[in-house]
């Protein structure tokens, strides 16, 4: 009896690691403007992020039709900008959207748009997190960790 109770926890454990394990506990979605739009989910008990990878040239293309002509205007209106709360707010927008770029490259991401699940799975072509965790549930069953 007590080889089988012992069995019984053995099996209970397993069952519950495995089930845990289908919900994944972070998923970040990498896009572009050319990517349709983005419609934010959320998933109980799952983080997720969004990074809009050309965001940061975009802004900087803002910044740059403010810009003066003349060399010196332009220093000037610089300082002056970077120095306001709009400025500043603006510029930190700009380090956030190429810390994404950095995130994208560092886990691989290879092609737009593209779902990353718990930092392992990529699914591309998709924004939609829940089409890209029905893919990922799929291959995830032919998988063995």
């Known amino acids: 009896m007590y080889l089988s109770k012992r069995v ?13 394990s289908t919900q994944p506990k972070k998923i970040e979605v ?14 109980s008990g799952v983080e997720l992020v969004y990074y809009r990878l050309d965001k940061p040239s975009s802004l900087q293309g803002e910044i740059n039709n403010l810009l003066p002509n003349n060399l010196d205007d332009a220093a000037a209106f610089m300082s002056r900008y970077a120095n306001s709360s709009e400025g500043k707010r603006q510029i930190q927008a700009i380090v956030d959207g ?6 994208a490259y560092g886990l691989g991401v290879s092609k737009l748009p593209a779902t990353v699940v718990d930092e392992r799975y990529v699914v591309y072509g998709t924004t939609d997190v829940a089409k890209a965790l029905e893919i990922w549930k799929q291959k995830r069953g032919g998988l063995h960790e």
Not at 10 to 18: D, G, K, N, Q, T
Not at 30 to 43: L, N, P
């Open 30 to 43: 990498f896009y572009d403007h050319s990517s349709g739009s983005v419609v934010e989910t959320d998933i």
């Open 98 to 103: 190429y810390q994404g770029v950095g995130r």
């Open 8 to 20: 019984l926890l053995a099996l209970v454990l397993f069952s519950c690691s495995s089930f845990a």
